[in-house]
């Protein structure tokens, strides 16, 4: 029993001293990890900052150092989220304002002004004294407002656009309707010329035929009247009746 419980008290010693040695080690990436940061080394220094992570996850300073390196190293997705961590897990509102200044940083890098306004807006919350991260909000304020109205110019170019498109289609409809009842027109005029040639082709069968039955009759009449002529012009023979 006594060595049992003498097993059992060395454990606690150990966990107690393993505590602050934990938390010694945290720290001291950290450091080296600043060391490799200041140097340019940022690739190296992200290494130790997730070192130091491993050893304390809820390290707020390692969160946010670890997203200025993956920033400088234009790993800017990654980045937001150490950033943002740390801004939930920081418990300094100056330091929770950095975390959220470069976030906004990186948003408006990226020419994201909506959510660079948010973020710079959350930093002011923490930091209302901040007069970089107020101008930055103020140039993205800006910038948003000239992409909207850039937006808007573009759009209504392209519904002119789209207008001026419909309006000659309409154009070339109408043309072509116009073309089509003047072919119309054309063809009816061709129909009448076409039924006046043959009403005047008719009607001109109709005189030459009256004409032929005029010239025959007149000619049955002239032959009638020189039958006439000469029969009258034969002497005529008397008859005399025999006496018996």
């Known amino acids: 029993m006594r060595r049992l419980l003498h097993i059992l008290f060395l454990t606690a010693l150990l966990t107690a001293v393993a505590t602050p040695a934990v938390a010694q080690n945290d720290r001291d990436c950290i450091r080296m990890g600043n060391r490799l940061y200041r140097q340019g080394k940022f690739d190296k220094s992200e ?4 070192k130091a992570l491993s050893a304390n996850a809820g390290n707020a300073q390692a969160m946010y150092n670890l997203g200025c390196a993956l920033m400088q190293q234009k790993n800017d997705s990654a980045a937001i989220t150490c950033f943002t961590s740390a801004g939930k897990a920081e418990t300094s509102p100056v330091r ?3 975390a959220y200044h470069n976030i906004g940083v990186i948003c408006q ?3 994201m002004y909506g959510e660079a306004i948010e973020a710079y807006k959350e930093s002011l919350r923490n930091n209302p004294h901040d007069n970089a991260t107020r101008y930055n909000l103020a140039l993205c304020k800006k910038k948003q407002q000239e992409n909207q109205q850039n937006q808007k110019n573009q759009q209504n170019q392209k519904n002119q656009q789209n207008q001026d498109k419909q309006n000659d289609k309409n154009k070339n409809k109408n043309q072509n309707q116009d073309q089509n009842q003047d072919k119309d027109k054309n063809q009816d005029k061709d129909q009448n010329k076409d039924q006046d040639k043959r009403q005047s082709q008719d009607d001109q069968m109709s005189r030459e035929n009256a004409e ?4 025959a009759a007149m000619q049955e009449e002239k032959a009638t009247q020189q039958r006439l002529k000469d029969a009258m012009r034969q002497p005529r023979r008397n008859k005399y009746q025999k006496n018996w």
């Open 47 to 50: 290494v130790m900052y997730r």
């Open 96 to 98: 929770r304002a950095k």
């Open 109 to 111: 890098q990226r020419q």
């Open 212 to 215: 032929q039955l005029l010239n």
